[in-house]
């Protein structure tokens, strides 16, 4: 008898192990079916944000390419505006390099005069060009010489061919019958900001007449 009730104890035992073991399996499926549905919202809310965010991309990489092509236009304008401008120069330049009528009437032209910068702050060389107007049947003698007009420590001031040239030279010696190149080298003083150059021809001899002829310095400047 008392093993019948022993087994039949154990039977029990083993008859509540069991349901406790489905109810604890159930619930843990249901706790798993939970969490899998707030994962499944969570990846949901995260494609929804990605596509947005791919939206955004989207959008942000068209105005970058909209403001590449607005720059690169910009850039276009701006270098048709420089090549008119140097355009613009030039014709200015040319007009000015006209002969003038105080160089008609003294029978001799400036040709060109021209600045080339020798690597150094101020220091430069200079090249002068002048020709015979008239039949060339004459020799030309004479002088010339030049001044460069500017501003120095905010004051206006005028450099005479001895003070750009350390004292070497103070007029530059004329003589030819068709043309004569002149070359020589200048330092301005540090601070000087240079506005224009003036040059002065003095020929001598019956018939010569002197005359002056000015440069603006952003033309001349090589």
Do not use: C
């Not at 003038?100 to 400036?110: D, I, M, R």
């Not at 000087?192 to 001598?204: A, C, G, H, N, T």
């Amino acid at each position: 008898m008392q093993q019948v009730l022993a087994l039949l104890i154990v039977a029990l035992l083993g008859w509540g192990i069991y349901r406790l073991g489905l109810y604890a399996a159930g619930q843990n499926n249901a706790e798993l079916r939970a969490e899998r549905v707030q994962l499944q919202a969570q990846l949901a809310e995260a494609r929804k944000e990605n596509s947005h965010l791919r939206e955004r991309v989207a959008v942000l990489e068209r105005a970058e390419q909209i403001d590449r092509q607005a720059y690169g236009e910009v850039e276009r304008s701006l270098k048709q505006v420089q090549d008119e401008m140097l355009e613009l120069k030039e014709e200015v330049a040319f007009y000015r390099g006209i002969v003038s009528p105080a160089e008609t009437a003294s029978g001799l032209s400036v040709t060109r005069f021209k600045l080339f910068g020798m690597g150094e702050e101020g220091v430069y060389r200079f090249k002068l060009v002048l020709t015979q107007l008239r039949t060339n049947t004459r020799l030309v003698k004479g002088h010339a010489s030049f001044v460069i007009d500017g501003v120095l420590h905010g004051q206006q001031k005028q450099l005479s061919l001895r003070e750009v040239s350390g004292g070497t030279q103070d007029k530059l010696k004329l003589r030819f019958k068709y043309f004569q190149n002149i070359e020589g080298d200048i330092v301005l003083p540090a601070g000087f900001l240079p506005s224009r150059v003036i040059v002065e021809v003095v020929p001598v001899g019956k018939g010569w007449q002197r005359f002056k002829k000015s440069f603006d310095w952003s033309d001349i400047i090589a």
